[in-house]
C-alpha cells in the first residue's frame, strides 16, 4: 500500500519549546489529516485539510497542506507536558475511499 | 460524538486458538476498518468494509478475516493465533470519504 513518510520519528523537547513535524508521499493528496494518540488510547482526529496551500488551526497546532499537494506540516507552538504523545498524518487521493497513514511521530514533552 | 467501541481493552489468548475482536459504531457509518499497530511501523490495514457483508483486503489480511453481518458491527477474527499476531487492534469508521474516527485498542498478546 501507499507509504507516507512521516519525520521525526521522534522527539524529546523542554516545555514551552514550539515542534514541528511533516508528512510527505509520492502521490498527490486530495485530503491531509493529522491525529494524535495519548498513551493507552486511540488517535482522535485535531485537524482535517482539504485544498493545496491551506493551514488551518486549532489552539496551538497549526498545520498546513503543501502546495504541490504532496506534503503536509503540523506546528504545535509553547509545548506542555499534555501534548505528549504520537502524532500521526494520514493522506487520501483520488483513487477510493482510503486512507494512507505516516509512521508516526512519537513527542515527550519535558517540563 | 461519534463512538466507536471495541469489546476489549486487554486480550490474552494461546497460540492456534481462533480469537474474535469485535468493534461497534453508533453513528450509521458506511465504512469500517480494522487496524494493527506496532512500534515504528505505524498503522498498517488489514480489511475494511464499504457496506453490510461486504470485505476487501487491506496491506497484511494474511492470517485474519472479517465479518460484516450488520451496519455497526465490524469483526476481526484470527483463524489461528500465532505469536506474531501480538499487537495493538484498532477499529475506525467513517461515512464514505471523511476522516475516520477510531475506538481505543484492543491489546492481544499471543502466548
Given at each position: 500500500g501507499q507509504q507516507l513518510n512521516q519525520s521525526p520519528q521522534s522527539m524529546f523537547i523542554q516545555e514551552g519549546e514550539d515542534v514541528s513535524m511533516n508528512c510527505t508521499s509520492s502521490s498527490i493528496f486530495n485530503t491531509w489529516l493529522w491525529y494524535k494518540q495519548d498513551p493507552g488510547e486511540g488517535p482522535v482526529l485535531l485537524i482535517a485539510l482539504?485544498?493545496?496551500?491551506?493551514?488551518?488551526?486549532?489552539?496551538?497546532?497549526?498545520?498546513?497542506?503543501?502546495?504541490?499537494?504532496?506534503?503536509?506540516?503540523?506546528?504545535?507552538?509553547?509545548?506542555?507536558?499534555?501534548?505528549?504523545?504520537?502524532?500521526?498524518?494520514?493522506?487520501?487521493?483520488?483513487?477510493?475511499?482510503?486512507?494512507?497513514?505516516?509512521?508516526?511521530?512519537?513527542?515527550?514533552?519535558?517540563? | 460524538d461519534v463512538k466507536v467501541t471495541q469489546s476489549s481493552r486487554y486480550l490474552v489468548k494461546r497460540t492456534g486458538e481462533k480469537v474474535f475482536l469485535e468493534c461497534v459504531q453508533d453513528m450509521d457509518h458506511e465504512n469500517m476498518?480494522?487496524?494493527?499497530?506496532?512500534?515504528?511501523?505505524?498503522?498498517?490495514?488489514?480489511?475494511?468494509?464499504?457496506?453490510?457483508k461486504m470485505k476487501e483486503k487491506g496491506d497484511i489480511p494474511e492470517g485474519y478475516s472479517v465479518s460484516r453481518e450488520k451496519?455497526?458491527?465490524?469483526?476481526?477474527?484470527?483463524?489461528?493465533?500465532?505469536?506474531?499476531?501480538?499487537?495493538m487492534y484498532l477499529c475506525a469508521s467513517s461515512l464514505p470519504y471523511q476522516p475516520q474516527h477510531f475506538g481505543d485498542g484492543t491489546r492481544l498478546s499471543i502466548l
Open positions: 482539504y485544498k493545496a496551500g491551506e493551514l488551518t488551526s486549532n489552539g496551538r497546532l497549526t498545520a498546513q497542506f503543501g502546495i504541490t499537494r504532496k506534503d503536509s506540516f503540523l506546528n504545535i507552538s509553547a509545548s506542555i507536558p499534555s501534548d505528549v504523545g504520537i502524532y500521526f498524518c494520514a493522506g487520501q487521493g483520488n483513487t477510493g475511499n482510503q486512507f494512507y497513514f505516516g509512521t508516526g511521530t512519537s513527542l515527550t514533552v519535558i517540563p | 476498518f480494522w487496524y494493527r499497530q506496532d512500534p515504528g511501523l505505524g498503522l498498517r490495514l488489514i480489511y475494511f468494509s464499504y457496506d453490510v451496519k455497526e458491527r465490524f469483526s476481526l477474527i484470527l483463524e489461528s493465533a500465532s505469536t506474531n499476531q501480538t499487537s
